[in-house]
Each structure stands twice: as structure tokens, then as C-alpha cells.
């Protein structure tokens, strides 16, 4: 959409005053900071039309030219496989999950140089998704971004990553899920915007898709988000991977012990040094050795190896999985 010029909604600002008696302004109604921004509807807002070409022209290079075709290839840029690329991974993301960091940079350092496009990248901003090259091969990334909410899922959010995920599989690009979820938005806010069922929508989609599916879990795992984010097996993905900063388990560290010890640690001599105590003793048995055991994660793996081991596991994986399931006459969608 253009900035201040282009609109889009069911009504026009005459009929909605005819209809309902609202007045509002075109923009207001249906402009790009209404459709992009806050609902989402369209992908991308730009300054002028020759960048609305570029844009399309750039959107459509990762797509075959139909849903049964081969993804186009494009030339691998000389310095993609290079060591200081793979290097600069190891700083990527902060060990202390108290500390934000911003996800895209660590998508464009496993990805090929200059290759990663982002879809909708002012709605929803604490999920990424993004159109990316591995050896010039055509990928989705859906990426938790920390730098937003903790990289909460919320209703918005996994309306968007479920969208990306269909397109995806519409068109046979595999799909990566770089993980670092605290978990999902619970609450008033959330029971308002229907997050039962807008989150299920997420879980839907990655249920259905049949292209290859890898998930790396960068820092935080916790509870239904990381299933929903593809960690795990419980998707049949074809291989789940974590980083040694990865820390797995059903809800957050501290507010677990908060749920289950409170009596405990509150009848201590010292409270705050007693909850202390049980917080250090869970996050020692969270780790992704510990992981592997219980949670569905096939290695441990250096963050400086993580393109190279992709590029191995696409190399592998069939571009369409079988799907082992009697006929349905049709799904039911939860939104």
C-alpha cells in the first residue's frame, strides 16, 4: 500500500456515514497505517510506486511459478559460507533470557547475504517472518522476536505466522522456526481478542503443512509456545535443533517456583535468597542435554554451525512430506 494515498477496507468514509453514521476520514478508515500496521491486512507499506514494484518484483522472486513447480534458485553470493558470518553467530543471542536482542540480524547471518525479505514488518512485531536463500534456495523463517513483548505470542501474532506458514506450503518452501517464546499472551487482553482461538489457528496451520519443517531453539522454549513455534516432534518436523543457550521446560523458571513454592520459600529465614535457590535448581536440569531426554530435540548443535547444518538437512529432506491420514472431506479452520 502507498502511504497516504492508497485505501482499502469494505466501505468508502460516504457509505460508512450513510450506513452507520460514522465520520471519518479515508486514511483514518482504511489508509496503510490502519491496513499495515495495526490490522495487518496488507503486507507492506511504501513512499512511492516504483517502490511498490520493486517490492512485488522482490515478493514474487521467491516463488515458483506455480504451487507444482521447483522454487527458483538464484546465485550464492561468494561471501555466503564465509567464517566471520558463522563467527558473529556467537554473540547473536544473550545467554541472560532477561536481556532483548533483535532476531533479524541473527536470520540474515545464517541466511545468504542481501537475500532476507520480511512480510508484514510492522504488524505484529513480536513474531518475524520473513522469505530468506539457503545456497540460493527459496525459505520461510518464522522467528520469536525478543525485542518485542519477550517474543509473546498473541492473537495478531500467530494470525500472522499461521498466514505465512500456509503461503509457505502453498508454494513448497520449507519452513524454519528460530524459537526463543516465553510462551503465550494469557489474561483479560488476551481472553478479549479471542486468543484460544486465534492461537489454535498457528497450531492449525503448522499441523497441515507438508513441506519440510526445522526448528532451532535459541534461548526460551516454554510451554504450548514452544510446540507452537514447531519445537519438538509433535509436528513430525523433520529435525529439532537447539542452541546451548536453549532452555526448555513447561512455563517459566521463576514462575514456576512462584506457582509451586511460594509456601516454601515464604517460611524461609531468608525468602528471596530461598527462591533463589529453587530457581537455580530447576534451570540446572532445563538445559538442552536435558532437552534432547524429554522435549523432542535431535542435537545440540554450535551456533557458528547452524547454516551449515540446515543446509544439510534441506539437502536431505523430501520436498513434500506423506501425509499417512484417511481422506477428510474437509478440515475445519478454528478462526
Known amino acids: 500500500m502507498l502511504k497516504g494515498k492508497a485505501t482499502m477496507g469494505l466501505a468508502g468514509p460516504a457509505l460508512v456515514r450513510a450506513g452507520t453514521g460514522e465520520v471519518i476520514a479515508s486514511q483514518a478508515l482504511g489508509g496503510a497505517d490502519a491496513q499495515v500496521d ?8 511504501v513512499d512511492t510506486e516504483p517502490q511498490a514494484i520493486d517490492a512485488i518484483r522482490s515478493f514474487l522472486s521467491y516463488l515458483a511459478a506455480n504451487a507444482q513447480a521447483a522454487g527458483p534458485r538464484a546465485a550464492v553470493p561468494p561471501d555466503a559460507d564465509s567464517p566471520e558470518r558463522a563467527e558473529r553467530l556467537l554473540d547473536a543471542v544473550p545467554a541472560n533470557t532477561r536481556r532483548n536482542y533483535d532476531v533479524l540480524p541473527l536470520i540474515s547471518l545464517i541466511a545468504d547475504p542481501e537475500s532476507v525479505y520480511e512480510i508484514k514488518p510492522t504488524f505484529a512485531r513480536n513474531i518475524v517472518t520473513a522469505f530468506a536463500r539457503l545456497e540460493g534456495r527459496p525459505v520461510g523463517f518464522i522467528a520469536s522476536q525478543a525485542l518485542h513483548a519477550g517474543g509473546m505470542l498473541d492473537s495478531p501474532a500467530c494470525e500472522k505466522a499461521a498466514r505465512f ?9 520449507p519452513l524454519i522456526c528460530l524459537i526463543d517464546v516465553p510462551g503465550f499472551s494469557i489474561g483479560s487482553e488476551a481472553e478479549r481478542t479471542t486468543s484460544g482461538r486465534r492461537s489454535a489457528k498457528l497450531i492449525y496451520e503448522l499441523g497441515h503443512a507438508t513441506v519440510p519443517r526445522i526448528s532451532i531453539v535459541l534461548r526460551k522454549g516454554y510451554g504450548l509456545g514452544y510446540v507452537a513455534m514447531g519445537g519438538g516432534h509433535s509436528f513430525d518436523a523433520d529435525a529439532c535443533l537447539a542452541w546451548p543457550t536453549a532452555e526448555i521446560c513447561a512455563m517459566s523458571v521463576e514462575g514456576s517456583v512462584d506457582v509451586a513454592y511460594r509456601a516454601e520459600y ?8 530461598r527462591r533463589q535457590e529453587l530457581i537455580d535448581a530447576i534451570r540446572s536440569r532445563i538445559g538442552p542435554i536435558h532437552a534432547a531426554e524429554g522435549f523432542g530435540v535431535d542435537e545440540v548443535i554450535a551456533p557458528r554451525t547452524t547454516r551449515g547444518r540446515l543446509l544439510e538437512l534441506l539437502e536431505r529432506a523430501p520436498a513434500r512430506r506423506d501425509v499417512h491420514q484417511p481422506r477428510n472431506f474437509r478440515s475445519i479452520s478454528p478462526i
Open 38 to 45: 495495526r490490522h495487518g491486512l496488507a503486507d507492506l507499506g
Open 266 to 273: 515464604e517460611r524461609a529465614a531468608d525468602p528471596a535468597s
Open 165 to 173: 506458514i500456509a503461503t509457505c506450503d502453498a508454494f513448497g518452501l
